[in-house]
Nanobody, 119 residues
Framework: QVQLVESGGGLVQAGGSLRLSCAAS????????FGWYRQAPGKQRELVAI???????NYADSVKGRVTISTDNAKNTVYLQMNSLKPEDTADYYC?????????????WGQGTQVTVSS
């Protein structure tokens, strides 16, 4: 089992920055991929960024160049640094931990943190 707790959301003006944090606990050694997803009102949840246990990253086209995902293994924490924020970045942001196994994958989610970008 893995528990995830996000923090760092809030209200920011367009062009501003925020850093989201996701503290992981439990069987963190078994996690293969960490990710950040977001869900805007009335829309489906979408991928923002992922980072593998080897440090490989991937970003949604909408955030490339503005967002950086990183991990601090000593603190079991995943970060999402967001710069040059736009009103369309407004959403609830969720941390995800994925365990990939031959017999099936397991997904764990945090409770989410709200990000609001004002124009």
């Amino acid at each position: 089992q893995v528990q995830l707790v996000e923090s760092g959301g809030g209200l920011v003006q367009a062009g501003g920055s925020l850093r989201l944090s996701c503290a992981a606990s439990g069987s963190t050694f078994s996690i293969n991929v960490f990710g950040w997803y977001r869900q805007a009102p009335g829309k489906q949840r979408e991928l923002v960024a992922i980072i593998s246990s080897r440090g490989s990253t991937n970003y949604a086209d909408s955030v490339k160049g503005r967002v950086t995902i990183s991990t601090d293994n000593a603190k079991n924490t995943v970060y999402l640094q967001m710069n040059s924020l736009k009103p369309e970045d407004t959403a609830d942001y969720y941390c995800n931990a994925k365990m990939i196994r031959a017999w099936g994958n397991s997904d764990y989610w945090g409770q989410g943190t709200q990000v609001t970008v004002s124009s």
